[in-house]
């Protein structure tokens, strides 16, 4: 079992998502910043879908019970193993009682520990992704245990990488969204030419932009949304919705993020800045 | 039965939106299922379909697309849909709501607004079907549709931060259960004790889209013993089935 002494601001167990019941208007969920969950798994041999803990700028404290290898990526924080610094993509050997804790955070914004062999948490409706209320919890609270099994002697095909995170940049490639041609010329030049930031409302559901373009009075019936889905509120508000997003909404849904540049949203943080690229 | 006209957008990487007439009609409802029958019979594994209205989600959980291709093979389903018609079975779910004022709390304003006796209100919610149109916004939020237009009332100016799970409410021209605790600005007319979502069971979902469902009034009495069969798992709610 790892053991949740301090839970961090926001931590939870995610493996590639819930897929097979959106029509039951289940979110998939899920890593937000997938590329970076894979690389961590990668790096273990792990399945790319075995689950992860993602945390969010502020790292938790973590004890293990039993040997095993972790790898950490994602957002560059500084991570510390009984108070001795580790990298990130690497594989690190774990022993029984040893405690991992987080201190600053220098880039980016969630970060993954990935664990040999993944976290053994209950699957419900086919994954271990937390997401209230099909997990009992939204996240890790203090005195959690997380199951995972022991491994001892492993010996790692490559023990370190050197990454160049795809999340340095700013650049968001978006495609034309179902409603793509209720934008105005206008409303086009204001949404590509300038950037935007990251308002302090965002989270696993959804992220919204700070600055406003030009509003619209278009209302539409109800229809599916997916992660990346940017809709475009009646004031002008652009939404974009992530990986507990809703699957179905009542805005026109403008554009639509690549999966690589959700990756990269999914580091962003209040004030960030953004540019859409259409592709 | 006559098929609909359909248009097919790209969605993103991996997904595809096919819209038919902007309605909200049963028979354009009818329309799609028959395609999505039509569509699972082809048997490709990874694809999910979700409903909303006059529009179906389709996403390929495999891997990323190309629209073309896919544009020629839903067409080439759709062509074929009507020669293959499937027997579908779909429920009419009487659901219990009490619509004392300790749930319904926004009850008595809003029959004043609508110029009904609370009385009134009641009869009139409980003696219509809705068709579920989707199921969506939560997991096991059902779209419904056929609310009479002497029920039709705007959200509340300012939402409420938490509205209880069960909730019955009325907002334009929509009623519907809030299957959790949520944030929300419908007005509050009851509530309903049957579990819409628990994903513990096999079908976590018992309510399908193209099912009806229909209000019945009950005491507080009865509210209490439905919400505690339904802890110990022996509430069924009532059904019949409709084109049997």
Redesign the interface.
């Known amino acids: 079992m790892l053991k949740v002494l301090k839970p961090g601001l926001y931590t939870t167990v995610q493996d590639l998502g819930r ?8 979110p998939i969920a899920g890593a937000m910043d997938v590329e970076s969950v894979k690389k961590a798994n990668l790096l273990l041999e792990n399945d790319e879908n075995d689950a992860v803990l993602e945390i969010t700028m502020t790292g938790p404290t973590l004890q293990f019970d039993t040997d095993t290898y972790i790898s950490l990526s994602g957002a560059h924080i500084v991570a510390t193993l009984n108070n001795e610094p580790i990298d990130n993509y690497s594989v690190i050997k774990i022993g029984k009682g040893d405690i991992l804790s987080y201190g600053r955070l220098e880039l980016g914004f969630r970060g993954y520990i990935a664990i040999k062999g993944g976290f053994q948490t209950k699957k ?2 086919d994954s271990r992704s937390q997401f209230y ?3 009992k919890s939204a996240r890790l609270k203090d005195g959690d245990e997380v199951p995972y099994s022991e491994t001892k002697n492993y010996e790692p095909k490559i023990s370190e990488v050197k990454i160049e995170e795809h999340f340095e940049n700013n650049i968001l490639k978006v ?4 409603e793509f041609s209720l934008l105005s010329d206008g409303q086009l030049t204001e949404i590509f030419a300038k950037p935007y930031t990251v308002s302090k409302e965002n989270n696993r559901m959804a992220y919204q932009l700070s600055e406003l373009i030009t509003g619209h009075s278009h209302s ?7 992660p ?2 940017i809709q475009l509120t009646p004031a002008g508000r652009m939404i974009i919705l992530m990986k507990d997003g ?4 009542g805005y026109p ?1 403008i554009l ?4 690589e540049s959700i990756s990269i949203l999914a580091q962003k943080k209040y004030g960030d800045e953004l540019k859409f690229k259409l592709v | 039965m006559k098929s609909y006209p359909i248009s097919i ?7 595809v ?1 096919v ?1 038919w007439p ?1 309605k ?1 009609s049963e028979s354009i409802l009818a329309d799609i299922l028959d395609f999505m029958d039509a569509f699972k019979e082809l048997e490709i594994p990874d694809w ?10 389709m ?1 390929y ?1 495999q891997d990323h697309i190309d629209f073309e291709e896919t544009k020629n093979m839903i067409l080439e389903c759709h062509e074929k849909q009507a020669k293959s018609k499937t027997e579908r079975i779909q429920h009419l779910w009487t659901l219990p709501v009490c619509y004392d004022l300790e749930f319904g709390m926004d009850i008595e304003e809003a029959s004043k607004t609508l110029g009904l006796s609370v009385k009134e209100l009641i009869e009139q919610h409980t003696s219509h079907q809705y068709v579920v149109y ?8 059902m ?1 419904l549709g056929g609310l009479p237009s002497t029920l039709e009332i705007p959200r509340r100016a300012e939402p409420r931060l938490k509205v209880q799970k069960g909730s019955v409410g009325l907002a334009s021209k929509q009623t519907g259960i809030y ?2 605790d949520s944030p929300g600005g419908w007005n509050i007319i009851g509530n309903c004790p049957v579990d819409l ?1 628990n ?2 069971k096999d079908d ?2 018992f309510v399908k ?1 193209g099912d009806k469902i229909q209000f019945e009034r009950i005491s507080k009495a009865e509210y209490k013993l439905h919400k505690i069969e339904g802890e110990v798992g022996i509430y069924e709610p009532e059904k019949v089935v409709l084109n049997a």
Request: glycine content about 14%; overall charge negative; proline content about 9%.
């Open positions: 897929y097979g019941h959106r029509d039951i208007g289940v419900v409706l209320p099909v997990t495609y034309k969204g179902p539409m019936l109800t229809s599916g949304t997916l990346g889905t809703q699957t179905t909404g849904r639509q993020l690549s999966e | 957008k790209p969605f993103g990487e991996r997904a939106l819209e902007e909200v999910e379909m979700s409903v909303a209205y006059n529009s179906l989600t996403v959980n989707g199921i969506g916004f939560l997991p096991g939020f779209y299957p959790q979502f994903p513990m976590p979902c889209v």
